[in-house]
């Protein structure tokens, strides 16, 4: 198992822990984490693009004219699609995105990234995440001497903590989760990995 420090808020070391070789220590499965990312990406997507099709367009119950003797094609609608103000074919029509993925992919591309974030050494440990002031200021400053300045941090938490969820609020370059709903999308777009040893029990026990 690979030793990482142990810090506390104002960056000192207080400690080494372990991390689990099942979670942070895979080889990386660089397709499957695509497949993941792509397949969230397209969850997000609304669906919602839609058109009026021939039986949705209001109208054209009459025949233009009678079917012979007129010397034009024939025409049973004027709400068919070659007319103005017809229906439309092949156009958007309301539908989810959604892609089927199990469970065990999901776990696996996790698995993949935190090991990514680990071997680059992107991942930083803290004792606990506990502010004696409430202050959006001095988070900030915790977390520049934790990951630094400019850094993009992913923080995640072992259990709800409204304190420090208000003051990590107004912070642009921090985002907060709960260690239950870690994803991809964010732990791939951030430079760094805040993580309190109450949510690093949580990851490796139902990644382990």
């Known amino acids: 198992m690979a030793k990482i420090e142990v810090k506390n808020l104002d960056g000192a070391k207080v400690g080494d822990i372990d991390l689990d070789d099942s979670v942070f220590g895979v080889e990386v499965n660089?397709?499957?984490?695509?497949?993941?990312?792509k397949a969230q990406r397209a969850k997000k997507r609304a669906?919602?693009?839609?058109?009026?099709?021939?039986p949705e367009v209001r109208g054209g119950g009459k025949k233009p004219w009678k079917q012979?003797?007129?010397?034009?094609?024939?025409?049973?609608?004027?709400?068919?699609?070659?007319?103005?103000?017809?229906?439309?074919?092949?156009?958007?029509?309301?539908?989810?995105?959604?892609q089927a993925m199990p469970r065990q992919m999901r776990r696996a591309a996790l698995r993949s990234a935190l090991s990514v974030k680990a071997a680059d050494s992107q991942i930083v440990v803290i004792d606990d995440l506990v502010m004696e002031s409430n202050k959006t200021k001095a988070m900030a400053l915790a977390l520049a001497g934790l990951v630094g300045e400019g850094q993009k941090a992913l923080i995640l938490l072992g259990a709800r903590n409204e304190p420090v969820e208000k003051t990590l609020r107004n912070l642009p370059q921090a985002k907060?989760?709960?260690?239950?709903?870690l994803n991809i999308r964010d732990l791939l777009s951030c430079d760094k990995v805040l993580l309190p040893l109450g949510a690093l029990k949580i990851i490796q026990g139902y990644l382990g």
């Open 30 to 37: 660089e397709h499957l984490l695509w497949e993941v990312v």
């Open 47 to 54: 669906g919602t693009a839609s058109t009026l099709r021939r």
């Open 176 to 181: 907060l989760l709960r260690a239950g709903y």
């Open 68 to 98: 012979k003797g007129t010397g034009r094609a024939r025409q049973g609608s004027t709400r068919a699609p070659q007319w103005k103000g017809g229906g439309k074919v092949h156009t958007p029509h309301p539908h989810s995105y959604r």
